[in-house]
Every structure is written in structure tokens, then in C-alpha cells.
């Protein structure tokens, strides 16, 4: 029997065990993936007293550290997880079941599709949601990414280093992301800027051989021939897993109050997967911190 166990190893997954295992906290956190979205961002310029680290690092010191106290961690896929008479929960996974008196849900944010004819027969062939993980596999090619928020200005920044040349096709005419990454891939001369377009068609057959490209304004198409498409539109939860336990928003997030809580005594939620309007590291982090204590103080009324 755990005291709590926190669905999801991203920083604030992570996080919530460090301050659980340091309550004394039995805790188990379970994961497919190790690391969760950090682990896809380069470089990180932005969170406190480190003035620079790659995000694979970031999630490897967290991991470490959380080890370190005592924290079991474990690389499966959550399927169930079911409350019990008695008031605890049974979290089901593709390789086991286990008991815990507390849920801390964190399992971040899904990466979003263009919901085109093609895309998913393509992924792995050319597609791809992850610059970080895949890029290497185009060097010296010719690539696109799609997107113009953080993640997809990391992205064509990430490319540009690695393929010839790199298309970044956004629907907008601006892009939503922080302006010094704008300005940085404003300065790469091997990356294209199409704004005000978009995909409207994936080709090929066993591997992606082109894209068609509509400009919004005045209508015209383009086909480009690529090797590689790295899909950056955002991410969305997936919280089906706890549709039939707790109240979400229209976006499917997991609403909570300021201390973690979930319309369900006992679960908690914290990071991206909440209705929390900012999805950063930093905030992730300490909502993670947040939600963790609130499960300890939650154990220490029951008794």
C-alpha cells in the first residue's frame, strides 16, 4: 500500500515525490514516459538559478534527486484507476495493480495532430512530433515545421543545425512565442518563414515525399518537397483516464483548487493537465510541490 502515487514523471510529476518522500511519504510514480516533455527541449534558459541546461539533464536531475529519497519509479501505462469502498484507489497498469491511499495526477499534455489524411499511416516515415528525438535522422535534408509557439520555434531552431533547409509554416501572421526565439530563427539563413499558411494535404506512400501549403490570404497553394514534417501546434490533456472520477473544463483539464484538490477527496492534480492558463516548467513544478503536501495534509485528517 503507497500512501500516494503521482501518474506522471515530468518536473511536476517529479516534484510532487520529492516533497511526498520527504513527508515520509511510501511513494510510487509511475510513467511510459521517463522525463515527460522536457526531455524533447533543447536548451532551457528560463527557470531558476540555471542559467542554461538541456531539458533531458533538467528531467535526469530531477529523477535522480527523487530516487534519492526513497521514490519508486516505474517505467508503465496507467489503464485504470478505481476507487475503493474503503476510500482508497487501485491504479491499474499494463503490467500490475497497486494499492495507494492518495492519487496525484500529472501526466502533462499530449502533442497535438492536424487531423490530415496521411499523417498517422506517415508517422515514423517522415512525421514527427518530437525535433529533439528525431532530428537527427534528417541531416542534411530538407525538413518543415508546423507551428508557431515556443515548441515550434525551438524546433526550426534545433533543424536549422541539422537539415539543409527548414521550412516553418504558421497560420498566423505573427508567431505566439517568446520574441527572442522569434528573432533567433528570423536570423537563420537555411530556415523559410511562410506565414498566414498551412498544411492542407500530406503525400507519399511508404515515406513522406511532399506537403501542399495554402496561403490564407490570397489563396494560392504551393507542394513542397520535404523528407521530414515536425508537428508543433501544442498539446492537449489526456485525461479520459479520470473522466468517470473528477470534474473537467470544456478543454478536458482536470479542475482543481489552489491547493491541488480534485472534486474527488484523495485525488489531486497538478502542472499542464490542470485548467492552469500557464504550462511552464517552473509552474508545473510547483503545483507538483503544491498538490504533494495537500496529499499529506489530506492523510494526516484521516487519521
Known amino acids: 500500500m503507497f500512501d500516494t502515487i503521482i501518474i506522471g514523471a515530468g518536473p511536476t510529476g517529479l516534484t510532487a515525490a520529492i516533497y511526498a518522500s520527504r513527508r515520509m511519504m511510501k511513494t510510487l510514480v509511475i510513467s511510459k514516459n521517463i522525463g515527460g516533455q522536457v526531455i524533447w527541449t533543447s536548451d532551457i534558459e528560463n527557470y531558476p538559478g540555471i542559467k542554461s541546461i538541456k531539458g533531458p539533464n533538467l528531467a535526469n536531475n530531477m529523477l535522480e534527486q527523487a530516487r534519492s529519497f526513497g521514490v519508486e519509479i516505474r517505467s508503465e501505462g496507467v489503464n485504470k484507476i478505481t476507487r475503493l469502498d474503503n476510500g482508497n484507489f487501485a491504479v491499474g497498469t499494463n503490467k500490475g495493480k497497486y494499492d495507494t491511499k492518495t ?10 495532430s492536424l487531423n490530415l489524411p496521411n499523417e498517422k499511416e506517415l508517422i515514423g516515415q517522415g512525421i514527427s512530433y518530437c525535433a529533439n528525438c528525431d532530428g537527427l535522422f534528417f541531416k542534411e535534408k530538407t525538413v518543415a515545421v508546423v507551428g508557431g509557439g515556443n515548441a515550434a520555434l525551438d524546433a526550426a531552431g534545433v533543424m536549422s543545425k541539422i537539415a539543409s533547409l527548414v521550412y516553418l509554416i504558421y497560420r498566423k501572421s ?52 520535404v523528407n521530414g514534417l515536425f508537428v508543433e501546434i501544442g498539446h492537449e490533456p489526456e485525461t479520459d483516464l479520470v473522466i468517470d472520477l473528477v470534474k473537467r473544463d470544456s478543454k478536458g483539464q482536470v479542475i482543481v483548487d489552489l491547493s491541488g484538490k480534485t472534486s474527488l477527496a484523495g485525488m489531486f492534480a497538478a502542472g499542464d493537465v490542470t485548467q492552469s492558463e500557464f504550462k511552464q516548467i517552473i509552474i508545473g513544478c510547483g503545483q507538483g510541490a503544491v498538490a504533494a503536501l495537500s496529499a499529506y495534509k489530506y492523510l494526516q485528517n484521516r487519521k
Open 103 to 112: 492519487v496525484i495526477i500529472a501526466m502533462g499534455l499530449a502533442p497535438k
Open 174 to 225: 505573427k508567431f505566439k512565442g517568446f520574441e527572442i526565439l522569434a528573432d533567433r530563427v528570423k536570423d537563420k539563413k537555411n530556415i523559410k518563414i511562410m506565414m498566414d499558411s498551412e498544411i492542407i494535404e500530406i503525400l507519399g506512400k511508404n515515406k513522406l515525399e511532399k506537403i501542399k501549403v495554402i496561403n490564407i490570404v490570397n489563396q494560392k497553394t504551393k507542394a513542397l518537397e
